[in-house]
């Protein structure tokens, strides 16, 4: 079963519907370089508010490191989400277990990357040029999506209720991440969209094991 990420979120009747229908995990960015950035206040009060074995994830992007540990210490997410161009051992100095992106706007140049962060919990592949920020809304070529990673890869990246489906086809990977494929304006979530991708997330994965089990 693919799992679900929705990032982006800046409020908590956002964060709780996704979980509400089935969302595995949602995300809160942190780094100021975003447009969906919360303070730790707010991450921390949508962190409180989700019930149990939905994960949550604290979204950095070449922050400070004292900055990084005031997100751990304060906000208490399950995972930190490193964006930027963090080296392996500096994501691992905090002990905390994390996930790391990389920019895929690059084309298969990019793919080296993967082998950078064996630390890291899961990778995430992302349709963003390298020094972007997510939450770009762009696509890369899902076919460059490694079948062999030792580490559960994430596929990021223009992603929507009208092309999800297709993407995990290509892609095959253990999880999808999604933040401005299900909104009405920057860190705003639409309720019929999350609905809707969530649902073709979930079809995709009944598929799969419907014609596992014949």
Not at 48 to 66: H, K, N, S
Not at 98 to 118: N, T
Not at 125 to 139: P, R, V, Y
Request: charged residues 20%; hydrophobic residues 40%.
């Amino acid at each position: 079963m693919t799992r679900i990420k929705c990032c982006g979120m800046t409020r908590v009747e956002d964060a709780s519907y996704a979980a509400e229908l089935g969302a595995d995990a949602i995300g809160v960015v942190m780094t100021a370089r975003s447009k969906r950035q919360v303070s730790l206040r707010r991450a921390r009060e949508i962190v409180e508010a989700m019930p149990p074995f939905v994960a949550t994830v604290a979204l950095c992007m070449d922050d400070d490191a004292g900055f990084v540990q005031e997100v751990i210490d304060i906000v208490r997410p399950s995972l930190l989400q490193f964006h930027g161009q963090e080296s392996d051992e500096w994501c691992a100095q905090f002990g905390h277990p994390y996930l790391k992106a990389i920019a895929m706007g690059e084309g298969a140049s990019a793919l080296y990357q993967l082998r950078d962060h064996p630390h890291a919990t899961g990778l995430l592949l992302d349709g963003h040029g390298l020094g972007e920020a997510g939450g770009s809304g762009k696509t890369f070529d899902w076919s460059l999506m490694p079948k062999d990673s030792h580490q559960p890869l994430i596929l990021a990246g223009g992603l929507t209720p009208a092309n999800v489906a297709a993407a995990i086809q290509r892609a095959r990977p253990w999880a999808v991440d999604v933040s401005s494929g299900i909104e009405s304006a920057p860190g705003i979530k639409d309720p019929a969209k999350v609905r809707d991708f969530i649902g073709a997330v979930r079809g995709t994965g009944r598929v799969g094991h419907d014609a596992a089990h014949r």
